[in-house]
């Protein structure tokens, strides 16, 4: 593919709609955004340049991480070259008529349901999972059945011709995601020493006391980690990865000693992003 044609070109997991469209549309003005069904999809389609970066969440502040997209960046190539947080709002869609005691399913992508839970179980809606919120939002539309509901953003409502039937249901009024900006190398941050945080992906030895002494090394050196959360490996029974956000400049001098003695009590360290 022609790579000045890639360089306008803008992955996301989803529809037009989803809340990636959304990020990827505000943070991309003027780029061709291509929408693949899947994060695994929109991921390689950066690592196999057909696109030149791919917008997709990491973190929802209420439900948690986004395992899948972690995995793909312990496993993967790609680089967070920025991190964009976005409020979102999730709202009961049903077709035109319809009301919300109407309603006996609702349909979601499942991190979108579990920010509802609790709207969802008082309501007594029979959960049905979506690949994406927008998609849901379209089957919506295309069944016209009024005892169906999507839980989506009200964008989504305006592109299918869907009426809101009750805004804002997440749980958590602050409900807000993190979007990574994957790419081949850093675009943004020419001077890596610009960049005032990273993402730090590692494991530990299988011995007593390793983790502790992993995360001692980070703060030994003034890294002040904001997130540390572990994924099952997928390579090994009871085998874990830990991923840090951390605030500093880790191509620093004392990045670079931090990241020379962090080896020396892990099996896999990875820099898996730099930002501001």
């Given at each position: 593919?022609?790579?000045e044609?890639?360089?306008?070109?803008?992955?996301?997991?989803?529809?037009?709609?989803a809340f990636?469209?959304i990020?990827?549309?505000k943070?991309f003005?003027?780029y061709l955004?291509i929408?693949?069904?899947n994060?695994?999809?929109?991921?390689?389609a950066?690592?196999?340049?057909?696109?030149?970066?791919a917008?997709?969440?990491?973190?929802?502040?209420y439900?948690g991480e986004v395992?899948p997209?972690l995995?793909?960046?312990?496993?993967?190539?790609?680089?967070?070259?920025?991190?964009?947080?976005?409020?979102i709002?999730?709202n009961l869609?049903?077709v035109k008529?319809?009301?919300?005691?109407?309603i006996?399913k609702?349909?979601?992508?499942?991190?979108?349901?579990?920010?509802?839970?609790?709207?969802?179980?008082?309501?007594?809606?029979?959960?049905?999972?979506a690949?994406?919120?927008a998609?849901?939002?379209?089957?919506?539309?295309?069944?016209?059945?009024?005892h169906?509901a999507?839980?989506a953003?009200?964008?989504?409502a305006?592109?299918?011709?869907?009426d809101?039937l009750?805004?804002?249901?997440?749980e958590?009024?602050?409900n807000?995601?993190?979007?990574?900006?994957l790419?081949?190398?850093?675009?943004?941050?020419?001077n890596s020493?610009?960049s005032n945080?990273?993402m730090?992906?590692?494991?530990v030895?299988?011995?007593?006391?390793?983790?502790?002494?992993a995360?001692?090394v980070?703060?030994?050196?003034?890294?002040?980690?904001?997130?540390?959360?572990?994924?099952?490996?997928?390579?090994?029974?009871?085998?874990?990865y830990f991923y840090?956000?951390?605030e500093?400049?880790i191509?620093?001098p004392d990045g670079v000693?931090?990241?020379?003695?962090?080896?020396?009590?892990?099996?896999?360290?990875?820099?898996a992003?730099?930002?501001n």
């Amino acid at each position: 593919m022609d790579s000045e044609k890639t360089k306008n070109q803008i992955a996301y997991s989803g529809v037009e709609g989803a809340f990636a469209h959304i990020v990827a549309k505000k943070a991309f003005p003027g780029y061709l955004l291509i929408a693949y069904a899947n994060f695994e999809e929109a991921y390689n389609a950066v690592l196999e340049n057909r696109c030149s970066a791919a917008v997709l969440p990491i973190e929802n502040s209420y439900v948690g991480e986004v395992g899948p997209v972690l995995d793909l960046m312990v496993g993967g190539n790609l680089v967070a070259d920025d991190i964009i947080s976005y409020q979102i709002s999730q709202n009961l869609l049903g077709v035109k008529g319809a009301k919300t005691e109407d309603i006996k399913k609702v349909i979601s992508h499942s991190q979108a349901l579990a920010q509802c839970e609790h709207y969802i179980r008082k309501h007594s809606f029979e959960e049905v999972l979506a690949p994406n919120t927008a998609i849901a939002a379209k089957e919506v539309s295309e069944l016209g059945d009024i005892h169906l509901a999507a839980i989506a953003s009200k964008e989504t409502a305006t592109l299918y011709g869907l009426d809101i039937l009750q805004a804002n249901i997440n749980e958590m009024k602050d409900n807000t995601t993190k979007f990574a900006v994957l790419r081949k190398e850093y675009i943004k941050h020419i001077n890596s020493e610009s960049s005032n945080s990273f993402m730090l992906i590692f494991t530990v030895n299988n011995v007593a006391g390793a983790l502790s002494k992993a995360i001692s090394v980070i703060s030994e050196y003034g890294f002040n980690m904001k997130v540390l959360r572990s994924r099952p490996s997928h390579q090994k029974a009871w085998e874990y990865y830990f991923y840090v956000e951390a605030e500093g400049h880790i191509d620093s001098p004392d990045g670079v000693k931090m990241l020379e003695k962090l080896k020396e009590v892990c099996n896999l360290v990875k820099i898996a992003g730099k930002f501001n």
